[in-house]
């Protein structure tokens, strides 16, 4: 507690520079520091600019409400360092990151270069970024870094988010690397808020070690969702994306599709190249083949 129990509001008064000392323990450890008898406050009127700065300095929700909201594909979020944990024979955390990428980095400005980062073992297991599979408007603005080790492709990330010309990162990673400790993740968080530009870190058959970072998923794929014409055939697909850890906002699991195409105009459901929530599927009815037969 600061500064012991609060017995008389005349003789303890929280100051701006109280205020500012709160503020300077948030920036430096990240912890929330809960005030209480906010109405003892000296000089209110002066004090406010100084309480807009640590409403600010909070993650979207925490002031809000005690344990924060919900994820949703909407919600507006300050860039910074995520992580999702996918399989090495499974292409939905990269498809989940370069989807919460474009949702974080906005299309103010579509001509930005953005950088994705592999190393030699994430190469081997998943492959390199295959460029007719990105949407139009992705493929020209593509660096890609393959790094060859992890602590090359670290470097390479943050020097990546220091550059506020590019959009935003994407890193991927295989297992559980030495390199990638508390310290680097540490780095890596305080780059990309200092620069605004988001870093979306795959981790390929990792496990949720120590990290700073502000969100920590892990994604699969789902089933596909019902085909506009053949009822036969696949429609669709989807990814179950579950948020096990995240600063001021409540865990979840989501069942999301991505609206690859956004110039047709037909896709209703998803307008535009964003992620979005989907129902969960339902048994389908029998065709008339099937029914005939018995």
């Known amino acids: 507690m600061l500064g012991g129990r609060f017995r008389s509001p005349a003789r303890h008064r929280l100051s701006i520079g109280t205020i500012e000392n709160i503020i300077g323990t948030f ?9 209480s008898h906010a109405s003892h406050i000296a000089s209110s009127a002066a004090v406010l600019p100084t309480i807009e700065r ?13 344990d924060g909201g919900d994820w949703s594909p909407d919600l507006a979020l300050p860039a910074s360092l995520w992580e999702i944990f996918g399989s090495g024979d499974d292409v939905s955390a990269e498809a989940f990151a370069l989807a919460c990428a474009r949702t974080l980095s906005g299309d103010s400005a579509p001509g930005k270069p953005w950088l994705w980062v592999q190393d030699r073992a994430s190469i081997r297991r998943s492959g390199r970024p295959y460029l007719h599979g990105l949407a139009p408007r992705l493929r020209s603005q593509l660096v890609h870094i393959a790094a060859p080790r992890p602590v090359d492709a670290l470097w390479a990330m943050e020097e990546g988010v220091r550059c506020r010309a590019l959009s935003f990162v994407i890193g991927e990673l295989a297992e559980d690397p030495k390199s990638l400790d508390f310290t680097a993740t540490r780095r890596l968080v305080l780059a990309s808020e200092a620069s605004g530009v988001p870093l979306i870190l795959v981790r390929k058959d990792g496990h949720a070690n120590l990290s700073a970072a502000r969100m920590r998923w892990r994604a699969t794929a789902g089933p596909s969702l019902a085909h506009r014409w053949n009822a036969r055939a696949p429609g669709a697909p989807t990814c179950r994306a579950e948020l096990f850890r995240a600063r001021g906002l409540r865990p979840g699991a989501f069942h999301l599709g991505y609206g690859i ?32 037969t018995g």
């Open 27 to 35: 920036n430096r450890f990240g912890f929330i520091v809960l005030v």
């Open 54 to 66: 640590l409403r600010a300095a909070f993650p979207a929700g925490a002031l809000a409400s005690g």
């Open 261 to 292: 195409g956004g110039d047709d105009a037909g896709r209703t459901a998803w307008p535009g190249d964003r992620v979005d929530l989907v129902p969960e599927l339902r048994d389908r009815p029998l065709d008339a083949d099937r029914l005939a």
